[in-house]
C-alpha cells in the first residue's frame, strides 16, 4: 500500500508541473484532461499522506519498544494498539479509493428511454421515468436538455432523448442502464387487473470531438418537418434532421429545436455518443470472459429492475435490494439505491482483486 500511495502522490507532482507548463496550457484538450487527472487524484492523496503519517508513526512506536525506557515503552504500547487500527481503517478506505475509475464517471450523459412491451402503459411509465431522472437531475443540480421526444398524445412517450450536464452525472446515471418493469393497474384498465409492462433506458456518456472522428463523407443528411406542437415553424420550416452514419448504421434524428443548425449540433452528440458506447461495448464484450460485472454489465437487454405500485416496493434484480419507498423513488430519490449499487460493484472489483 505505502508503494502505491507514494507513486499516486508522484504522479500528482508530476501533473502539477504539467499544469504550470505553457505547452500544456496552450493546448486546451491537454490541458482539461490534466487538469481533470490532477483533481481526481487529490483526495487519494491527501487520505495516503495520512496513511503514511500514521506509517511513520508505528515505525517510530516500534522503534522505542525495542529499546529500553520503560516509561516511554508502556506508552508506545498503548499508542501503537490504536494507530494499527488506524492504519487498518485507512488501508480499507485507500482500497476502494484506488479501484480503477471509469474515466467517464464525470462526464456528462445522454439518457435514451424508450416504451417496450405493454402498448400505451409502458409509454406511460416511459414518461414516469422521465420525471424521475428530471428530478434526480434537480436534486443534484444538474442541467437537463431535451434533444428528441416522440410522444403519443396522451401523456407517455414512445422515446425520449435527453442530456444531462453537471460534474459526475455519467458515474451515477450509469446504473440506470436496462430494462425497467413496472407492475401497477394502468389508467387505461376499468377492470382494476395489474399489468405488466416495460421500458427500456440507456445511459450514454457524452463523447467530447476529440475521442471520436466522423467523416462528414460517412454521413447522410436528411431534412424534414418537425411534428407536434411548436409553432408555425412547424409547418413552414424544414427545420428537422436526420442523420445516418453510413459505416454503422446508426440513425440520429432531432427536432426539438426551431434552428436546422441547432438541430444538427445536438444531432451529432447524440451521434457521438452512440458510437462512443458502441466501441466501449465491443472492448466490454471482449473483456466479457475474464470478468463479467454485476453491476455495471452494459446489457441494455438486461432486466434490472422492477417498480411494484400495488405493494410500493421498487426492487433491483442485480443487487436482490429491495426498499418499499416507491413514492419517494419516482420523485427522483433514487441516490440511496444507486449508492448501494456502487458499493456492490466496489466490492466485487475488491474480490476480484
Not at 281 to 297: F, G, I, P, Y
Request: aromatic content about 4%; proline content about 2%; charged content about 30%.
Amino acid at each position: 500500500m505505502k508503494d502505491k500511495i507514494e507513486s499516486v502522490i508522484a504522479r500528482q507532482n508530476e501533473l502539477a508541473n504539467l499544469l504550470a507548463d505553457p505547452a500544456v496550457m496552450n493546448d486546451q484538450d491537454r490541458l482539461k484532461t490534466t487538469a481533470r487527472e490532477h483533481s481526481q487524484l487529490r483526495p487519494i492523496v491527501l487520505k495516503g499522506q495520512e496513511y503514511l503519517e500514521v506509517v511513520e508513526q508505528i515505525a517510530d512506536d516500534e522503534a522505542i519498544l525495542a529499546g529500553d525506557d520503560a516509561d516511554l515503552k508502556e506508552i508506545a504500547q498503548e499508542e501503537l494498539s490504536r494507530l494499527k487500527k488506524q492504519k487498518e481503517d485507512l488501508e480499507d478506505e485507500l482500497k476502494i479509493m484506488l479501484l480503477p475509475k471509469d474515466p467517464n464517471d464525470d462526464k456528462n450523459t445522454i439518457v435514451e428511454i424508450r416504451a417496450g412491451t405493454g402498448g400505451e402503459e409502458a409509454a406511460l411509465f416511459a414518461a414516469d421515468l422521465f420525471r424521475l431522472y428530471t428530478r434526480f437531475a434537480e436534486r443534484n443540480n444538474w442541467q437537463r436538455e431535451i434533444l428528441e421526444m416522440n410522444d403519443t398524445g396522451i401523456g407517455g412517450y414512445k422515446e425520449v432523448i435527453f442530456s444531462i450536464t453537471g460534474k459526475g452525472a455519467y458515474g451515477l446515471m450509469k446504473y440506470e442502464s436496462g430494462v425497467h418493469r413496472v407492475q401497477r393497474v394502468p389508467k387505461t384498465e376499468a377492470g382494476g387487473r395489474v399489468h405488466t409492462s416495460a421500458s427500456t433506458v440507456a445511459v450514454l456518456p457524452e463523447a467530447e470531438e476529440a475521442e471520436i472522428d466522423i467523416n462528414e463523407g460517412d454521413l447522410k443528411i436528411d431534412t424534414f418537418r418537425a411534428s407536434g406542437a411548436g409553432g408555425q415553424h412547424v409547418n413552414k420550416t424544414e427545420s428537422a434532421i436526420r442523420i445516418t452514419h453510413l459505416p454503422s448504421g446508426l440513425v440520429v434524428s432531432c427536432q426539438d429545436e426551431k434552428s436546422q443548425h441547432q438541430n444538427r449540433i445536438l444531432a451529432m452528440k447524440v451521434l457521438r455518443s452512440r458510437l462512443l458506447a458502441q466501441e466501449q461495448e465491443r472492448l466490454a464484450k471482449a473483456r466479457a470472459d475474464a470478468r463479467k460485472s454485476m453491476v455495471s454489465t452494459g446489457d441494455r437487454s438486461a432486466k434490472i429492475r422492477t417498480y411494484n405500485f400495488p405493494q410500493g416496493r421498487i426492487t433491483d434484480h442485480r443487487i436482490n435490494y429491495t426498499a418499499y419507498n416507491l413514492e419517494n423513488v419516482m420523485d427522483g430519490d433514487i441516490a440511496e439505491l444507486i449508492e448501494q449499487l456502487k458499493l456492490a460493484e466496489q466490492q466485487e472489483q475488491l474480490a476480484g482483486d
